[in-house]
């Protein structure tokens, strides 16, 4: 008897440790590189940009963490996504209304801003450029000052600026 009692409580206690390690992983903000959002209403227009910030960490990010030349997903963990609700220009270019990926291809000097149609890819590990529905280049320079982690910011007027480490770059939206 006593072992049926002592075989139900360690079942019961392994079940309750399972439990909560679930729900700890699913807690978000609990992770490293935690979930953060920018948004913004400029008139009818809502652009929302939701993105997972890592932090530097006195790591080398520009070249090394994040290599130039390849899709990044701009971001830690799911893909960054951007949502307006109607049609937009970004920097002058058309992107129909909808949720994107937003991915970006990081260079030394000029970077490709990349909407891609899979707004729920994890990363970009299974990146498909066939579902690019906009790539617009966009000029990356010094910062003005050091960003521990990563952000994205939305102004009143509808511009986009990410700050990481000591880089920045900054896009128009607005209503087509």
Not at 113 to 136: C, M, P, S, T
Request: charged share 20%.
């Amino acid at each position: 008897m006593r072992l049926k009692t002592h075989l139900f409580l360690l079942t019961a206690l392994l079940t309750t440790a399972f439990l909560s390690q679930a729900c700890a992983q699913q807690d978000k903000s609990k992770r490293p590189s935690p979930p953060a959002e920018a948004k913004a209403t400029v008139g009818d227009l809502s652009i929302a940009i939701n993105y997972n910030s890592p932090a530097v960490k006195g790591r080398e990010i520009w070249g090394k963490l994040v290599p130039y030349g390849k899709v990044w997903r701009t971001g830690a963990n799911e893909a960054t996504t951007f949502e307006v609700n109607t049609d937009v220009t970004i920097n002058g270019q058309a992107l129909p209304a909808g949720k994107y990926a937003l991915l970006t291809i990081p260079t030394d000097g000029e970077w490709t801003l990349i909407f891609n149609k899979d707004a729920g890819q994890w990363g970009a590990y299974n990146y498909n450029e066939e579902q690019d529905v906009l790539r617009v280049n966009i000029a990356a320079s010094k910062a003005a000052e050091f960003s521990e982690r990563m952000t994205f910011q939305v102004n009143d007027s509808g511009q986009v600026t990410f700050n990481w480490e000591n880089l920045t770059f900054s896009f128009m939206v607005t209503k087509a």
